[in-house]
C-alpha cells in the first residue's frame, strides 16, 4: 500500500469502552450497536471484537444485519429501524434478526407472516423525539390487539432527544411520560443510549443500547467521573511534500490562509475524498513528531496543508495524526462546525481500517 492514510482501529480500546459502560449497569444487559458500519470503524471488525462479550448487536437496517451473518456474526440482531418493505419479516426470521416496531403497518405485515417465519420484534415508543414509535398513550392497545406477536423476546423500547446533555430536563420528562405508560405492561424495557447509561442511573433497563460510547465518542457535558473512554480510532495519513514559503504568501484554493511570516507548510496525502471535513477551520489540530500542529489553508478533495514552522525535522513521509489518541475527534469536530458521529461514519471506504490489537 503506497498511500499511508489509514484509520487504525484499537481492539483493545473498543473493548475496554464496552466494559466500561456496560458496568455501570450491573443488572441491565448490554448490546453494541454496529449501524453505519460500525460508526465508521467496521461493522465486521467491532463485532469480532466484542462478540464474546456482547450477547446482541444493533443495526439501523436488515442489509447491516446480513452483512454480519456473512462475515459469520451468528448473535441475535437487533434492527433499529425494522422493516422498511414486507419481505424484510421473513427475512428477519431466516437470519435471525429481531425487528423494532414502530407503525401499525410493520405490525400487519409481521402478521401476514406465517407464524413459523415471524421474527421475534420489539416495540418503539415515541416518548418525545418525534422520529418513530407508538404514542406512549396507544402501547398498552397495540400489545393487547398484537399479542400473537408478543413473545419473551419482546421488549419495550424508546430514544431520548437529550441524553447527552445533563442540564436539559427533557430526558427525565420523555422517561416519566414512558414509563407512565408501559410499566403497568410488565415487559422488558430499553431507554438508554451510550450517554444516558452514563448521565441517568433511571434509564438503565433490561437491555442499554451502547453506541457512540464505545468508540470514545463524547457521552456527556457533564463530568464522567472515573469512567474512561479512549479513542477507538486514530485517524492518521503521511506528509507528502514540504515547503517553505515567505511571508505574504497564500495556501490553498481561494487563499483561506496568507503567512504572516516565512513558514513551513507540509501537505498530508488526505481530503474531503477521504472523510476529513472540508469545513474545518484554519487552525484545527493536528499531531505530527509528537507536536501539535495547524491546519492552515481550505481543504482539498485529496491533501491537507498544516503549518509545521515550530517543528524540527519534518520529512516526507512524517506520520499526522488528524483525530485519534492524541488529538480529540470531538475538537476537530467542534473546528468544523459539526459532530464526532459525522466524523467517525464519514470517514470513507478509501481509507483501509487497520484493527490493532495489543
Not at 75 to 85: D, F, T
Not at 99 to 106: F, P, S
Not at 173 to 186: E, T
Amino acid at each position: 500500500m503506497s498511500r499511508q492514510t489509514q484509520a487504525i482501529i484499537h481492539a483493545d480500546a473498543v473493548l475496554h469502552n464496552f466494559k466500561q459502560l456496560a458496568a455501570l449497569a450491573p443488572n441491565s444487559k448490554s448490546m453494541a450497536v454496529v449501524k453505519a458500519d460500525a460508526y465508521g470503524h467496521g461493522a465486521i471488525n467491532v463485532a469480532r471484537i466484542l462478540q464474546h462479550v456482547s450477547s446482541r448487536f444493533a443495526v439501523a437496517i436488515i442489509e447491516e444485519a446480513i452483512a454480519l451473518r456473512d462475515a459469520g456474526i451468528s448473535a441475535p440482531i437487533v434492527v433499529l429501524e425494522g422493516a422498511h418493505q414486507a419481505k424484510e419479516c421473513q427475512m428477519a426470521s431466516q437470519h435471525n434478526c429481531i425487528l423494532v416496531v414502530h407503525c401499525e403497518e410493520q405490525l400487519q405485515w409481521l402478521l401476514a407472516c406465517p407464524e413459523g417465519k415471524r421474527p421475534h420484534i420489539w416495540l418503539k415508543v415515541d416518548s418525545g423525539m418525534h422520529r418513530l414509535g407508538f404514542a406512549p398513550s396507544e402501547i398498552a392497545s397495540v400489545v393487547s390487539r398484537y399479542q400473537a406477536l408478543i413473545t419473551d423476546e419482546t421488549v419495550v423500547a424508546t430514544h431520548f432527544a437529550c441524553a447527552d446533555d445533563v442540564d436539559n430536563g427533557f430526558t427525565e420528562k420523555q422517561r416519566q411520560a414512558f414509563m407512565h405508560h408501559v410499566a403497568p405492561l410488565n415487559l422488558p424495557l430499553s431507554l438508554a443510549n451510550s450517554p444516558a447509561t452514563v448521565n441517568n442511573a433511571l434509564t438503565r433497563g433490561a437491555w442499554n443500547r451502547l453506541g457512540l460510547g464505545v468508540y470514545g465518542g463524547q457521552v456527556s457535558t457533564g463530568d464522567i467521573g472515573s469512567l474512561e473512554l479512549r479513542a477507538a480510532m486514530t485517524l492518521r495519513a503521511s506528509i507528502i511534500a514540504v515547503r517553505d514559503i515567505p511571508a505574504g504568501e497564500g495556501v490553498g484554493y481561494g487563499q483561506t490562509w496568507v503567512a504572516d511570516k516565512p513558514s513551513r507548510i507540509a501537505t498530508v496525502g488526505i481530503g474531503y475524498a477521504d472523510g476529513y471535513p472540508r469545513h474545518c477551520a484554519n487552525g484545527t489540530p493536528v499531531m505530527v513528531r509528537g507536536q501539535r500542529a495547524s491546519l492552515v489553508g481550505r481543504v482539498s478533495m485529496d491533501m491537507i496543508t498544516i503549518d509545521v514552522t515550530h517543528i524540527n525535522n519534518v520529512a516526507l513521509g512524517d506520520m499526522v495524526e488528524l483525530w485519534g489518541e492524541h488529538i480529540s475527534i470531538g475538537d476537530v469536530a467542534r473546528c468544523a462546525g459539526t459532530i464526532d458521529y459525522e466524523l467517525m461514519t464519514r470517514v470513507s471506504q478509501r481509507v483501509p481500517r487497520i484493527v490493532k490489537y495489543l
